[in-house]
């Protein structure tokens, strides 16, 4: 068991190693109420002494802390980066987080990154939409057709992975990876997050593949189905 709540680990540990930071955010699992017994705390530091960004994992107070250091402007690359990639982690640590120290700085920061979040990601291109078509059913071919067990459990992970991406990123939301790909399929919807893990899950157990084809067939139908004939990349004309 933790000697120190969350908030006072983290408050204990700004003031032993960055007492001169303008501001400090508690974030993670343990702020959104979903800690596990493993679970760290994620603090992101502004300090305007730093001449670059760094990111640094240590133990303290009987925690494990990861911690992401910044000075008031080189945040905002990371902010850029984050977006166009579509995984807000940044933006949303400091939406969500709960601020240990500030010197007047914090709230604009808060205010600029919910701005970014809740605006979405950048609508795919009718290309970008045709390329992931092309590779998501290339990888579902390869999961029907595949009679090795052993092959067909990673192609089966990364066809939820594509899977996944598609129908995030074509309806503008947020994606994730590893447990942040379930938790961005719920806050899209509840109800296909369900069919969609129930279909994987049930693959998994019982090596039965009609459930996880059909879902991922029913994604790409609005956009013209499965593509293979007609698909180009890099010809010139």
């Not at 109420?33 to 240590?58: C, H, M, P, Q, W």
């Not at 902010?79 to 579509?86: T, V």
């Not at 139908?221 to 010139?236: A, C, D, H, M, Q």
Request: glycine share 6%.
């Amino acid at each position: 068991m933790h000697q120190y709540k969350p908030v006072e680990a983290a408050s204990l540990f700004i003031e032993e190693f960055y007492p001169q930071c303008q501001g400090a955010i508690l974030a993670g699992s343990v702020v959104r109420g979903e800690a596990t017994d493993t679970s760290d705390l994620d603090i992101v530091i502004f300090d305007n002494k730093i001449s670059a960004s760094y990111r640094e994992s240590l133990i303290q107070f009987g925690w494990p802390i990861d911690v992401f250091i910044h000075n008031l402007t080189s945040y905002k690359a990371y902010f850029n980066s984050d977006i166009e990639r579509a995984r807000p982690s940044l933006p949303s640590m400091v939406a969500e987080g709960i601020i240990l120290k500030d010197e007047g700085i914090i709230e604009s920061i808060k205010i600029e990154a919910k701005k970014l979040l809740n605006k979405g990601p950048a609508e795919w291109s009718k290309e970008t939409i045709n390329f992931k078509r092309y590779f998501l059913t290339d990888t579902l071919d390869d999961f029907i057709g595949c009679k090795n067990r052993a092959e067909e459990l990673f192609i089966a992970n990364h066809l939820a992975e594509l899977a996944s991406e598609f129908v995030l990123r074509t309806n503008r939301q947020w994606i994730g990876s590893s447990k942040w790909i379930v938790r961005a399929l719920k806050q899209y919807d509840e109800l296909f997050a369900s069919r969609f893990v129930d279909a994987f899950d049930n693959y998994y157990r019982t090596g039965e593949k009609e459930n996880v084809i059909k879902i991922v067939q029913e994604i790409l139908v609005p956009f013209g189905g499965t593509l293979f004939e007609g698909f180009s990349l890099g010809k010139e004309y």
